[in-house]
């Protein structure tokens, strides 16, 4: 398992944007980790947002998502970011990154194996 730490929350206005980072740390981040990004709202189940295999060939949105978030990874720094634009009210939640150990895209929260504590995004109307 790996260590994550996001950054970059915080309270905007729709229309606004934000970049969300994961710092890995514990164990080599290498192109064999998957990383995703999931969100949570209150009163509602968690939900995957965004995920990217380990060499950054391959990624996944969540429809509501596509096209207004982009997701990168810098395996250099080992870190990965969530681009954030054009937000929404409703996409107020919790954000947690996470890794599996994977060549395989993954979308799934079950197949993550290692999590972050979690970033507010807040998105004021």
């Known amino acids: 398992q790996v260590q994550l730490v996001e950054s970059g929350g915080g309270l905007v206005q729709a229309g606004d944007s934000l970049r969300l980072s994961c710092a890995a740390s514990?164990?080599?981040?290498?192109?064999?980790?998957?990383m995703g990004w999931f969100r949570q709202a209150p009163g509602k189940e968690r939900e995957f947002v965004s995920a990217?295999?380990?060499?950054?060939?391959?990624?996944a949105y969540a429809d509501s998502v596509k096209g207004r978030f982009t997701i990168s990874r810098d395996n250099s720094e080992n870190t990965v970011y969530l681009q954030m634009n054009s937000l929404k009210p409703e996409d107020t939640a919790v954000y947690y990154c996470?890794?599996?150990?994977?060549?395989?895209?993954?979308?799934?929260?079950?197949?993550?194996?290692?999590w972050g504590q979690g970033t507010q995004v807040t998105v004021s109307s």
């Open positions: 996470a890794a599996v150990r994977s060549v395989m895209l993954r979308t799934i929260a079950a197949n993550f194996d290692s």
């Open positions: 514990g164990r080599s981040f290498s192109n064999y980790y998957t």
């Open positions: 990217i295999t380990g060499n950054g060939g391959s990624t």
